[in-house]
């Protein structure tokens, strides 16, 4: 699925508007947190605990575009489970739907859900974490220097590191 | 290269970085992009990685210093000596895991504490856009789902009043281990196990 250990973006979301909650006509506006990134996608189509998506909300803010071969992005797509399609899909007048909370438990990646806010997070999947038993890469990431100029641990690469962490609490 | 786990970003640790004034890169990480990746519990934390990438030792307790040495018990000298160890021999280091050494020792993350991950990044965000009270029962189901987790307990309490908003302190906390130790055991190889 995409580049295998993909580097892990590290930089402050994009952050959704502030207190007041967007409304769409039909109720709230809903934040999806995917990629380090935060969208606002429209109200909830769907009286369901998961999230559903316009199939436009959907590649905007994950990228991932329906094919008749599955959900891809880039040159890589994952086809749905045969005989499950309906956990994925639902053909509406409008369009049709897609489900990310179950794709999400497709991909074992984790999911938070703030219904009081509508704020959705996605988490990493488990190959962007090293959690394989054939993982000892360590996992690569991005992140800004005090100044705001983004590093990465792949930068060291050909060099030994010694990689630390704290807090100032 | 050090990284601050601090939710607070660069208000935070900023401070910190600016008397340090050290040569290395001090990188800021104000989502625990590097707790969650590296499933990390506790700071200060290292991993040592090789010239390709590789994890050579995995999260260990790295004090530079005895400062703290009262309270967990740990000796600074022996890590350091190990480190430079290693920078001298490279992957001929005694203190320098094999892949194979490191995939013997795999497991899994615990689910619970992947989705504390989730749960912890997404109070994360609701605190940064001005939502700490909705921020709270996220930080505190993180807490639940991964009870070893000190960085999910200490970055929480640090952004409000723990007492209030928690019901606990650090301090009573730490009581509560009753002599159990605060960090991970740290092993490092004697020099002799290994010569062969």
Same mark, same amino acid.
């Given at each position: ?8 973006? &590290? ?6 508007? &502030?207190?007041?909650?967007? !409304? ?23 009286? +369901? ?48 739907? %897609?489900?990310?909370?179950?794709f ?6 984790? $999911? ?18 090293? +959690? ?19 590093h ?8 030994? $590191? ?8 | 290269?050090? $990284? ?12 910190? @970085? ?19 990746l ?16 590789? @994890?050579?030792?995995?999260?260990? $307790?790295?004090f530079?210093d ?14 350091? !000596?190990? @480190? ?35 749960e912890?990044?997404?109070?994360? *965000?609701? %605190? ?7 921020? @709270? ?27 209030? +908003? ?15 130790? *605060? *960090? ?5 190889p ?7």
């Amino acid at each position: 699925m995409g580049r295998a250990g993909g580097k892990v973006l &590290g930089m402050a979301l994009v952050l959704a508007a &502030g207190s007041a909650r967007g !409304a769409g006509a039909d109720g709230p506006l809903r934040t999806v947190l995917w990629g380090e990134a935060a969208a606002e996608v429209g109200a909830a189509p769907e009286t +369901d605990p998961d999230l559903w998506l316009t199939t436009a909300d959907l590649a905007r803010v994950t990228g991932f575009v329906l094919k008749p071969q599955g959900v891809c992005r880039d040159d890589v797509c994952v086809p749905l489970p045969k005989k499950r399609e309906r956990e994925f899909l639902r053909r509406r007048s409008k369009g049709t739907l %897609f489900n990310l909370s179950a794709f999400a438990r497709l991909l074992k990646q984790p $999911v938070a859900h703030d219904e009081p806010l509508s704020v959705w997070y996605f988490g990493e999947r488990p190959e962007q974490r090293g +959690d394989r038993p054939t993982s000892v890469q360590a996992p690569d990431f991005a992140l800004p220097d005090r100044e705001g100029r983004t590093h990465s641990l792949s930068d060291f690469r050909g060099k030994k $590191v010694l990689l630390v962490t704290w807090a100032s609490w | 290269m050090s $990284v601050a786990e601090d939710t607070g970003g660069v208000k935070d640790a900023g401070p910190w @970085i600016e008397a340090a004034k050290s040569a290395y890169t001090v990188l800021v990480d104000e989502t625990h992009l590097v707790t969650r990746l590296y499933g990390m519990v506790n700071v200060p934390t290292a991993v040592w990685i090789n010239e390709q990438g590789r @994890i050579v030792r995995p999260n260990e $307790v790295a004090f530079v210093d005895d400062r703290f040495k009262p309270f967990h018990g740990l000796e600074a000298e022996s890590y350091l !000596a190990a @480190i430079r160890d290693w920078v001298e021999k490279g992957e001929r280091s005694a203190f320098a895991k094999s892949e194979a050494e490191l995939r013997e020792r795999f497991l899994p993350r615990d689910p619970n504490h992947v989705l504390a991950d989730a749960e912890f990044a997404l109070a994360e *965000y609701l %605190f940064r856009t001005g939502h700490l009270p909705e921020a @709270i029962p996220h930080f505190k189901e993180a807490q639940r789902l991964n009870p070893d987790s000190w960085n999910y307990k200490r970055q929480a309490w640090a952004l409000s009043d723990a007492q209030r +908003d928690y019901g606990t302190t650090f301090g009573e906390e730490v009581k509560k281990l009753n002599g159990r130790p *605060y *960090y991970a055991p740290r092993t490092l190889p004697s020099e002799e196990e290994k010569r062969d």
